[in-house]
């Protein structure tokens, strides 16, 4: 591979919102950079990076005169030390450098990702082993937050893996997460990570039930003996078989169990106690206390000579068998991610001077001509060179039909071409593809925790240490005011407190639901970006729409033509003269209009787009103006004359454009954009939901009421500039809604921050959509009432798993003090409390598993209505 | 004699859980976050 420049990140921008603003920036900057290539734009961090050598101070200038107040950052590497001036790769600072150092085409995937989605790009991953229970989460995060630099840690049961967000050396990382207890390595890349857990999950699993067997067929064992053929009361006779059977289950329990052991004392090391703490001393006390009986009988009461050997290897054996179960069912949880993880295609057939060649997808570069036949996966983002086909989309986007593509159409990696042979130019590769986009959103989302995740953290970390506190204290009234022989009931009450306590269904009550609920999202082409996300979606009770491409399909298209003086080709040739340079959607239907009638288009220049206003350029010296009536006529100009053509198409609905040369008008152009078919089913669903819809729409009075009545909508407000909408969503907060903003995240950015939820409607291609938190891959509306009810039902589950583990912890540890033996006599069994704990967490598994099963109130619509 | 054994190890070892995981366990950087 050639050696690419490489790239600094050199100008902070402000203002720059969308892809089409990034374009500017690009073309704006290319004569300096060599090539648009070789600028990167990130929207979220507003920052711009150029090749090294290039005049930034120049680059700034330039910036700024495009629109985008731009200033130079100073030269990095002054403060982060020499360590960086050497190799990314340098451990101590790779972060940084990932951050602020990457070469655009060899590691493209490392590029893409410092860029594009920069929380994620700063972070280090790492896999983690020996997690088990929300105390865990907790010690795990203290120790990441520990080390010098990390701002932000996060630990997430459901995948084993821990991100630190900072700066910080991996290496100290995983050093702090071994120092307290657990096995940790980076994560360098995400892909083959998961293949390799995938790997190393069927390995642990086996080994669990391996464990299993051994320990369970022992306490089994020893139960049937005990309680079959001899006795588990320790007599003169039995006395040395017993001696043997205690170093036998001793031995078993070191090699089954040694994990809870090790963990449980590293975890003390630290001032830390978590679910291996608890197993230990449970497994542990039942252990010892049997060996002082069997050792010395003699120093207990006859009553009390009774050996718990079996309770310490059943226990252990449930639990093995508890985890394993987890595990498995935490595998299914993740399908969501594995499904996208296979629609990458593993080859492609490149075309190099005039040899097509099959080659791995990784060295594709861009640029490449790739011929992709009827059947096959397309492996790359591209634009279709050759050809036309049918491409099937539906593992993108949720879009079941086909869609047909030609010559200078965009196609996404992973998608299917159904129909003809192609040959398409590669325009993004490795993770810069729409897929690996998507791939890597939904497990940062997966991954993340939501408001009420953190809050079963909290309790989980004070919990242990409180549980072995309510230990003592039974044993000491057990040992006081309970019936002989009250040291065998003070010893059982304690075991069983300590086993039944275990928080391990408390730790993964909330991760489970998230990573199946983020997964099912994802199959209704919803992308949810944080848990956060996810939990207020389920609240919303106000959802404010953007108009054009949201509710509508943002495909205007010219309806009526009024000159003043009659000469219509005329007034359409300024126009599209004027648009050309546009890329706004009006902008194509006027070009469309003007090439539908063969009227030559006039060359304006200096073109300027004013949001929310209109467009204006030159012409033979004068000024040319495109717009909405309110800004023509703030320019000092009347449009009176053209009242009643303007009035006919806004009664369309439709949006009349007005031309204006200098300071004479020159006529109107209507432009109506069509409701999207499914808009009103959509809204309807939302309303069924019990959710009041809004719309708030740059257009006049008129085609907004003629949208809100067609669509069905309960509320709307007119000739809103895309800055205020921010200000409607505010307002709307402001009286207490819980408020999501739909909007196709080019001029709604503000808005869709501003809201409680912002949905961002794109194409597949376009899911990087920065200022949302929740993006539609598909077009359709109905993405929304997907998303809001997918997120009740997660949040539901959610609820669910934590009350079912509160009410079990609450319940279980009473009954195993001995509460109910005053009434009833029972005392539970050290052993029935390890089945319980097992059962406990698997429930909560099988619980968020109920969440695949979900379908959302979506109708089935069929072809020809999409069609 | 012995009573008075086990009560005051149960105590003890009471007083030792609440030392070691909530108040020696502070001073160190985890009680930052822990708080």
Known sequence: ?867 | MTTFLVNAGGLALMAAIVWWFWLSGSNSDNSDQHH
């Open chain 1, 1 to 867: 591979m050639g050696e690419a420049p490489v790239l600094r990140t050199a100008l902070s921008i402000s203002g720059a919102s969308c892809q089409g603003c990034a374009k500017k920036i690009r073309n704006a900057l290319e004569p300096l950079a060599g090539s648009t290539e070789l600028v990167e734009v990130n929207l979220e961090a507003q920052t711009v990076a150029l090749p090294e050598g290039v005049d930034v101070a120049e680059a700034a200038r330039i910036v700024t005169e495009t629109g985008y107040p731009a200033e130079a950052i100073a030269e990095p590497g002054a403060e982060s030390g020499s360590c960086c001036a050497s190799k990314k790769t340098t451990s101590c600072c790779s972060s940084k450098a990932q951050e602020e150092t990457h070469k655009p085409d060899e590691p493209a995937a490392e590029a893409a990702s410092a860029t594009e989605v920069p929380a994620d790009g700063d972070a280090v991953v790492l896999a983690v082993t020996g997690a088990t229970c929300a105390s865990c989460v907790n010690s795990i995060e203290k120790a990441l937050m520990s080390v010098p630099g990390v701002t932000h840690a996060h630990m997430n049961l459901a995948d084993n893996t821990a991100t630190a967000s900072g700066d910080a050396d991996p290496q100290a990382l995983v050093n702090a997460v071994e120092s307290a207890g657990y096995g940790a390595r980076v994560i360098e890349d995400p892909d083959s990570a998961d293949d390799r857990k995938q790997e190393e999950d069927k390995k642990q699993y086996k080994v669990l039930l391996v464990k299993m067997a051994i320990s369970l067929g022992l306490g089994l064992g020893l139960m049937i003996w005990g309680m079959g053929f001899g006795s588990m009361m320790v007599t003169e006779a039995n006395q040395l078989t017993w001696i043997n059977l205690g170093i036998l289950t001793l031995g078993v329990m070191v090699a089954t169990g040694g994990h809870f052991y090790t963990g449980a004392w590293k975890a003390f090391k630290h001032h830390n106690a978590n679910m291996d703490t608890l197993i230990a001393l449970g497994t542990g006390t039942a252990w010892l206390y049997s060996i002082v009986v069997v050792s010395i009988p003699e120093a207990l009461p006859e009553m009390a000579r009774h050996v718990y050997f079996e309770a310490s290897a059943m226990i252990i054996g449930l639990i093995n068998l508890g985890q394993a179960l987890e595990l498995r069912a935490k595998g299914k949880t993740s399908e969501a991610v594995r499904r996208l993880l296979d629609l990458r295609a593993k080859t492609a057939r490149v075309i190099r001077d005039g040899q097509e060649q099959d080659i791995p997808v990784e060295d594709v570069q861009k640029g490449d001509r790739i011929r992709v036949r009827p059947g096959e996966k397309l492996p790359v983002d591209g634009v279709i060179a050759e050809g036309s086909t049918r491409i099937d989309e539906s593992m993108l986007t949720g879009e079941p039909m086909p869609v047909s593509k030609g010559e200078g159409d965009e196609v996404s990696a992973g998608t299917l071409n159904t129909h003809g042979s192609i040959i398409y130019e590669a325009t993004r590769v490795g993770s810069e593809t729409a897929l690996a986009q998507i791939i890597k959103l939904v497990k940062k989302a997966q991954g993340s925790k939501p408001a009420i995740g953190r809050l079963a953290d909290k309790i989980s970390s004070v919990f242990v240490p409180t549980v072995m506190l309510i230990a003592v204290v039974s044993a000491l009234v057990w040992y006081n005011v309970g019936p002989e022989p009250a040291v065998v009931h003070m010893m059982v009450a304690a075991t069983t407190v300590l086993i039944i306590a275990c928080p391990c269904a408390l730790g993964l009550a909330t991760p489970m639901s998230v990573m199946v609920g983020v997964g099912k999202a994802a199959e209704y082409g919803a992308l949810i970006r944080q848990g956060d996300a996810l939990q207020t979606a389920g609240k919303i009770d106000l959802v404010i729409m953007d108009k054009t491409g949201t509710i509508t399909e943002g495909h205007p298209a010219v309806t009526r033509v009024h000159a003043v003086d009659g000469d219509e080709n005329r007034l359409l040739a300024l126009a599209a003269g004027l648009e050309q340079h546009s890329e706004h959607p009006l902008a194509e239907a006027i070009l469309a209009r003007a090439k539908e009638d063969e009227v030559s288009v006039e060359a304006v220049t200096g073109f300027e787009a004013l949001n929310g206003k209109g467009v204006q350029g030159e012409f033979n010296g004068e000024p040319v103006r495109l717009g909405n009536r309110r800004w023509l006529e703030a320019e000092g100009l009347s449009v009176d004359a053209l009242n009643e053509a303007a009035q006919a198409i806004t009664r369309e609905a439709g949006t009349p454009l007005f031309l204006a040369s200098g300071q004479q008008v020159l006529g109107v152009i209507g432009v109506a954009d069509a409701i999207k078919p499914d808009s009103k089913a959509a809204i309807e669903r939302l309303h069924q939901a019990g959710i009041k819809v809004m719309m708030v729409t740059g257009d006049v009075d008129a085609t907004a009421r003629a949208i809100a009545a067609k669509a069905g909508i309960d509320d709307y407000r007119a000739e809103v500039l895309p800055e205020d909408k921010a200000e409607v969503v505010s307002e709307m907060r402001g009286k207490g809604y819980t408020v999501a903003m739909v909007g196709d995240g080019i001029n709604d950015a503000p808005a869709l921050a501003a809201a409680d939820v912002g949905f961002a409607i794109g194409t597949g291609t376009d899911v990087a959509i920065e200022s949302a938190s929740i993006t539609l891959m598909r077009g359709s509306l109905h993405g929304v009432p997907d998303a809001i009810e997918i997120s009740r039902a997660t949040v539901k589950n959610i609820h669910q798993n934590l009350f079912g583990a509160f009410v079990y912890n609450s319940l279980g540890i009473p009954v195993a003090a001995g509460l109910l033996y005053p009434v009833w006599g029972i005392l539970m069994s050290p052993i029935l409390a390890g089945a319980a704990m097992s059962l406990s967490s698997v429930t909560v598994v099988t619980n968020a598993n109920r969440l695949r099963l979900f379908k959302t109130s979506q109708p089935q619509v069929s072809a020809e209505e999409r069609n």
